[in-house]
């Protein structure tokens, strides 16, 4: 199975009260300041590095974060769009703690589907939303570096002496059987 990983470019909802393109870099630089209310959910979209390629069979998506937040607290679910609904919240696998760490993965697996159907093409478009109103107790603060979206996939099969080429299929050489 291959994987792809990327960060989003789109940030929307909130409040949010901090500059959106700081969790768009996973640059080294601890930049938590920015943190995220339970007031509203925050959609990140805009995954461009992800890369799949057609007739992949998608096995599983995760969501990788770097951050802290309240001890035992500040756990929100996780949803993720497939380009036609939205999936059921999944939890958080951990407790942030009070200091900056890596939680890989966050939500999901490299088998988890969210309950949705996935294609390469909706795969590489998701959406992911951030369900603050499961944020207990109200007024707990995340502080978060980087979202990261890793999509586990297993490539469509071509036998050996047929390629693709230009959207179609070119016999090269013998093929024996």
């Known amino acids: ?18 500059n959106g393109s700081k969790l768009f870099a996973d640059d080294g630089t601890n930049t938590t300041g920015q943190w995220i209310n339970t007031a509203e959910d925050v959609t990140l979209a805009g995954f461009n590095s992800l890369s799949v390629p057609a007739g992949a069979t998608i096995n599983g998506i995760e969501v990788v974060v770097d951050g802290q937040g309240n001890t035992g607290f500040g756990r929100p679910e996780m949803k993720v769009y497939n380009g036609d609904s939205w999936s059921n919240g999944i939890a958080f696998q951990g407790d942030f703690g009070k200091s900056n760490a890596e939680y890989d993965p966050g939500w999901g697996s490299s088998s988890t589907l969210w309950g949705l159907a996935w294609d390469a093409t909706t795969a590489v478009a998701i959406q992911i939303q951030v ?3 499961t944020m207990l107790p109200a007024g707990t603060q995340l502080y978060w570096d980087w979202v990261k979206v890793r999509i586990t996939y297993t490539a469509a099969l071509i036998p050996h002496g047929i390629t693709i080429s230009s959207g179609k299929l070119v016999m090269t050489g013998k093929i024996t059987y």
């Open 1 to 18: 199975m291959a994987t792809t990983i990327s960060l989003p470019t789109e940030v929307s909802g909130g409040p949010i009260d901090f």
């Open 131 to 133: 369900d603050n109103s």
